[in-house]
């Protein structure tokens, strides 16, 4: 069982900065591929960015790549989300979930909300 809470939202104006947290409780956190989704209002939940268990890997979405930066601390049992030159369009629901190497179960956290005023 793994249980997650993201912190760190709130409002900001375009082309400012923001970091977002995941905070993990539950064992083997460096077992964990832990990922950020974002939630429009009205729109699908997307794919925003991965770390892999170690943290030598990483992936994003096009929409954020070179913009955003995910990084974990598997000592602190955390993984960061920094955000940067933020858009209106990245206005959303901010998620993060995790899924254990070699599991199909996922686990999501309650979600912060990040706003970007043009």
């Known amino acids: 069982q793994m249980q997650l809470e993201e912190s760190g939202g709130g409002l900001v104006q375009a082309g400012g900065s923001l970091r977002l947290s995941c905070a993990a409780s539950g064992r083997a956190f460096s077992s964990y591929v832990i990922s950020w989704f974002r939630q429009a209002p009205g729109k699908e939940r997307e794919f925003v960015a991965t770390?892999?268990?170690?943290?030598?890997?990483?992936q994003y979405a096009d929409s954020v790549k070179g913009r955003f930066t995910i990084s974990r601390d598997n000592a602190k049992r955390a993984v960061d989300l920094q955000m940067s030159s933020l858009k209106p369009e990245d206005t959303a629901v901010y998620f993060c979930k995790a899924r254990r190497l070699g599991s199909t179960t996922d686990y999501w956290g309650q979600g912060t909300q990040v706003t970007v005023s043009s």
């Open positions: 770390v892999s268990a170690s943290g030598a890997n990483t």
